[in-house]
């Protein structure tokens, strides 16, 4: 499995892969208008649940994660990629779903066993939202 194989070496490496992941999934580039949908979603991503950030659209947004607004001046994309694909790898303890791995998820029903909470064009598409988010005020 893809991720599971890159995330098993970025777990052990230490050192750069430990922080980002800089090749993409396998998938088309991604795009950020449907990455903004995914990450505005109350169904698909849930993102708002936990992060604020410069969504005027949206009400209720949470907190129980950093404000996304100028994530993409301070992350670049495979810091973003890594922290998508699972959180894990830099924080054992996160709350943040991994969302693109299908490791250590025990209590998902078997409708959704061998499935990622996000397919992979859904990653990139997000990560390419996330990186036009470079303005430090909200937008
Ligand atoms: C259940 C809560 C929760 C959900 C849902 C969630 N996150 Fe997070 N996220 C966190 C927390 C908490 C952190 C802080 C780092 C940590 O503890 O892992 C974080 C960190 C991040 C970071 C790094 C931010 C920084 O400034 O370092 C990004 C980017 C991010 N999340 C994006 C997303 C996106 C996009 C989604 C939806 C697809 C999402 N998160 C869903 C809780 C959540």
């Known amino acids: 499995m893809w991720a599971g194989l890159v995330l098993a070496s970025a777990l052990t490496a230490g050192g750069a892969l430990a922080q980002g992941l800089p090749e993409p999934l ?12 995914i990450v505005e979603d109350r169904q698909t991503g849930l993102c708002l649940l936990c992060h604020s950030g410069p969504f005027p659209d949206v009400p209720f947004q949470g907190d129980l994660g950093p404000d996304l607004t100028g994530v993409g ?13 699972d959180s894990r790898a830099i924080n054992g303890d996160t709350i943040m779903p991994p969302y693109f791995s299908r490791d250590g998820l025990n209590r998902v ?6 499935e990622t909470i996000l397919d992979a064009q859904q990653i990139e598409d997000v990560i390419a939202f996330l990186a036009t988010l470079t303005q430090e005020e909200s937008e």
């Open 26 to 37: 396998p998938a088309l580039p991604g795009d950020p208008v449907r990455g903004r949908a």
């Open 109 to 114: 029903g078997d409708r959704w066993t061998g």
């Open 73 to 85: 001046a301070r992350l670049d994309p495979a810091e973003l990629r890594l922290r998508m694909v």
